[in-house]
């Protein structure tokens, strides 16, 4: 039997959402994702620039057998022409793997769908906790003036499935209309036969 695992402790800085020490960060740019915003003439024009969209700080590297991964998200504040800054989204490869959000800072909106095409949101603000059941693809937006920051916990089996989600998209989009955010369909959504 392996020795047990060490009790750990990171610490959030709420100012700006790192994590203090971190395992990893993840930095997405533009470039990273530009096919995923429904405005392409925007997003090449955009790429000029290629502004940082999201940061995640991971806490820990995952244990062995059971354990948890948990992470802070930090998603700019911005827009790709009136669709605003949001994280790629993906379902879980381990296809029943839940995942709770807590968000500490800043507003925005939780996309969700199931395979099937059925879609969900949840605003995200200071303190709202959201429980993402398996089998939900999950995307945050980032409404706001201000950077988004949420704290997300998943199982380590969960992985990450970005394919399905990045050829379909999600069946809304959170876009500006008259100055505030709104949630559209998406014209482009597609589900991919079979
Ligand atoms: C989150 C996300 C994080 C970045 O930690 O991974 O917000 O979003 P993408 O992974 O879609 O780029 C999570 O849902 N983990 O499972
Ligand atoms: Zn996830």
Known sequence: MQDAMMPRSTQVHLENGALEPAAGTIVRRLSDMADHFHDQEAARALLAE??????????WEADE????????TVIEPGRVGDEYFMTKGHFHSAQDAPEVYYTLQGEGMLLMQTRGGEPRELPLQPGAIQYIPGGWAHRAVNTGEAALIFLAVWPREAGHAYAGVSERG??????????????VENPGFEIEAG
């Open 170 to 183: 999600f069946p809304r989009l959170v876009v500006v209309r008259d100055g505030h955010p709104a949630l």
């Open 50 to 59: 290629d502004p940082v969209i999201y940061r995640v700080y991971m806490a």
């Open 65 to 72: 057998g059971y354990a948890w991964l948990t992470g802070t």
